[in-house]
């Protein structure tokens, strides 16, 4: 990968005004990345992404990580030329200026952070909580822990991000703690190492080529998360040089934990019972022969997908705000609250649709409709980043080799494709969010011409 050609000393508007923040410098970026994008997927979907491929359940994390590195390399060129909240939004709109496009752009990115954070209070609620008690609902459990989350996001993006920090750093002790087991039991004789090349599908070479899709398309919800960083932007001290190094670094660690963590999980328990668990690394720990306390290792995980819905729900909260500025969404979205000047509009908002989509699925569902979403998102942000190499900008900034965005482009489309042998449920939730979406973007239309205003056709930073 190139290096970063950025020099704060050179960039005009480095230190540009935005009634937000500016808090997060190079070290909480990088872990707020890496916590964004660990979480949820690899401690709850592992099971199911087993389920689908088989004993290779290495195989589709070494997938899902080349189609994310080669999107994360068009974000970052595009957020080094526009350091702007918004993120896809502002790039589909800069690039192509249909604001309809844009609305349902930001709009998807909105609802896969929803969705991953409603999958997350799944998570939070389901077999991780049992280790302690089962008395609660678990519906009436996602719907508190939404709304805890909600309240700690008004706070500040300080405050949130700190506790990230926290968070990031338990969730990679669980995961450690994954490795060392796996090396133990390797050093024991324990394992099996047959199971690494084990494939459920059998028959034709179609029939494993969907299921490896499959597994990939589901198992990809686990690298979702880089792409959030970017509605940050006007909160970051230095964005232009700060997210090339913070993106890929978060990445490449969280990539090959995930390929790690795949290979010790099928080493030494079967797909079939992976399958079976909504915890499927406590699996690993129980039969893993250190002894480790489930108990603990249950306390982790619940830590690493409160994580996981805490970045969502401030990636969605941020996203009405910059759609508020577009006035694409009514300028209300965009009011700060005083004192703490959070996005106080939009953090109630996206927190009362993620209460009313945690009762519409369960995990591998609302994380299927995560990654879907987000694929069909990349496609269009690949293309993108080509479009608006006409668009020179003044000050330097990366730039990504010219075949990675192409090939990001080819296999988000084929992995969002029904190659990918997705549930119909999964399209279904989809097609009423996105329907929810066209409906406020008409109504919005509708009231705007009654009040004789008119959005500007540019998506633009904080004013």
Known sequence: MPA?????????????????????????????????????????????????????????????????ILTAASYVELVGKYPQAAGAALYTQKAFKVPFVTFIVAFMVMCSGLSSASAAARAFSGDYLAEFTDALPPTFVAILFILALAALNLRGVSESVKTNVVLTLVELTGLLIILVTGAWAVLSGEGDPSRLGEFRAEGSGYALLTSVLGATALGFFAFVGFEDSVNMAEETKDPRRT?????????????????????????????????????????????????????????????????????????????????????????????????????????VFVSLLAIGLVSTGEIAGLGDTTAFLLLCVFVIVNVAVLVLRRDRVEHRHF?????????????????????????????????????????????????????????????????
């Open 4 to 68: 970063a050609r950025s020099d704060a000393t050179d960039v005009p508007g480095n230190g540009e005004e935005t009634p937000l923040k500016r808090a997060i410098g190079p070290g909480l970026l990088v872990l707020f990345v890496i916590g964004d994008i660990l979480g949820t997927g690899i401690y709850a979907t592992t099971g199911q992404v087993a389920g689908k491929v088989g004993g290779a359940l290495w195989l589709p994390f070494v997938i899902g990580f080349v189609v994310a």
């Open 243 to 347: 997210f090339p190094r913070a993106i890929f670094t978060g990445v490449a660690v969280t990539g090959t934990l995930y390929v790690l963590v795949a290979l010790v999980s099928s080493l030494l328990v079967d797909y079939r019972v992976l399958e079976e668990s909504s915890g499927p690394l406590l699996e690993v720990v129980e039969v893993g022969g250190l002894d480790f306390p489930p108990k603990l290792f249950a306390l982790i995980a619940l830590f690493a997908v409160t994580n996981s819905a805490l970045i969502n729900i401030m990636m969605a909260s941020r996203l009405c705000y910059g759609m508020a500025n577009e006035r694409i969404l009514p300028r209300a979205m965009g009011r700060v609250l005083a004192g703490r000047r959070t996005p106080v509009v939009g953090i």
């Open 399 to 463: 730039r990504t080799p010219t075949p990675l965005p192409v090939l990001g482009a080819i296999t988000a489309l084929v992995l969002a494709s029904p190659l990918a042998d997705r549930p119909a449920h999964v399209y279904i939730r989809a097609g009423v969010l996105l329907a929810i979406g066209i409906a406020l973007w008409v109504l919005n239309k509708v009231v705007m011409t009654v009040r004789g205003e008119a959005g500007t056709g540019e998506v633009r930073s904080a004013e």
